[in-house]
């Protein structure tokens, strides 16, 4: 059955021996490791990554023996990349999402794919392929490929590029900054909310203050986008805000968001907020949410 990997969110879960989200070659190290899994028998894999903001890149297509690495389009997340690659096979039951977000969980399974944790994968890459190895490292006898190999060289050409895209358009992003975090405060709100929307891709620590600012916006919309925007930044200093949103919005979207990115961010001291809002929210919907963020933050510490 082919895995989707949901890159990044792989890579945040800190289960990988040597890799750490953030690190200039954190995607080449991830692509090495899988590729040696697959080397050993693993599952045919296909990996979401977000671009970045590339522009020029587009969204690449990449593919080295059974390992298919695909970028999201520009303005696009990664997981709404992986549920339109669902939404365009015949048959998405043959598909396994792998990933630790919540939400994309649960939008995988509605579209008919399966889904698993990361801490469920990384344990079938310890275990899995022909040779069961006792590690995720590849055993000596195939060590695990340099990122320069000729198998992987279109590849690696391909994340150079993007790093230098990256680079590149991070002078734009700065000059934008400034109007993005003004932006929180229109009147429009889609203008409002799509700041926010903004602000999260950003992956700017300096946009955590702007957005916890924005929880407290007149627009339900624009609360939601900026409790979303949190939990794709991992804003652990916004946990309070974000618990106080779900427990006292008026609006169950803001709630169901604020739900999801406490479950994204997984800090275990979240789990009481969550239990309470599984149990007694009015809506169904947050409920459910609430419920999976606590599985989602409860699979990371086993």
């Known amino acids: ?51 970045g903001g590339y522009a020029t890149i587009g969204a690449p297509t990449l593919r080295v023996a059974g390992l298919e690495v695909r970028f999201s389009a520009v303005g696009e997340i990664a997981d709404d990349a992986i549920i339109a690659y669902l939404k365009q096979q015949h048959q998405p039951g043959q598909f396994t999402v792998v990933t630790n977000d919540s939400a994309l969980t649960q939008r995988a399974r509605f579209v008919g794919a399966n889904a698993i944790s990361a801490q469920q994968f990384t344990r079938g890459m310890a275990t899995g392929g022909r040779r069961k190895p006792s ?25 150079v590029e993007v790093e230098q895209g990256r680079r590149y358009t991070k002078g734009v992003v700065d000059a934008e900054f400034d109007a993005w975090v003004a932006d929180l405060l229109s009147d429009d709100v889609s203008i409002a909310q799509k700041a926010a929307e903004r602000l999260g891709l950003s992956r700017r620590a300096e946009a955590e203050e702007p957005l916890r600012v924005a929880l407290l916006h007149e627009a339900p919309g624009v609360r939601a986008a900026a409790a979303l925007a949190l939990g794709a930044l991992g804003a652990q200093a916004a946990l309070g805000d974000l618990v106080n949103r779900l427990q006292a919005d ?48 409860r699979a990371r510490r086993g």
Do not use: C, W
């Open 1 to 51: 059955m082919p895995h989707i990997i949901d890159g990044h969110n792989l890579i945040g879960a800190g289960l990988l021996p040597g890799i750490r989200l953030g690190d200039a070659d954190d995607e080449l190290r991830l692509l090495e490791q899988l590729r040696a899994y697959r080397a050993r028998g693993g599952p045919e894999m296909v990996v979401f990554f977000d671009s």
């Open 135 to 159: 590690s995720i490292s590849a055993d000596p006898e195939r060590p695990t490929p340099a990122a320069k190999d000729p198998g992987f060289v279109d590849i690696y050409a391909t994340f």
């Open 250 to 297: 008026d609006n169950s979207m803001v709630r169901d968001a604020a739900a999801q990115s406490l479950g994204r961010i997984g800090n275990r001291s979240v789990e009481s907020a969550l239990e309470t809002a599984a149990r007694e929210d009015r809506k169904a919907k947050v409920r459910k949410t609430a419920q999976a963020a606590l599985g989602q933050i």
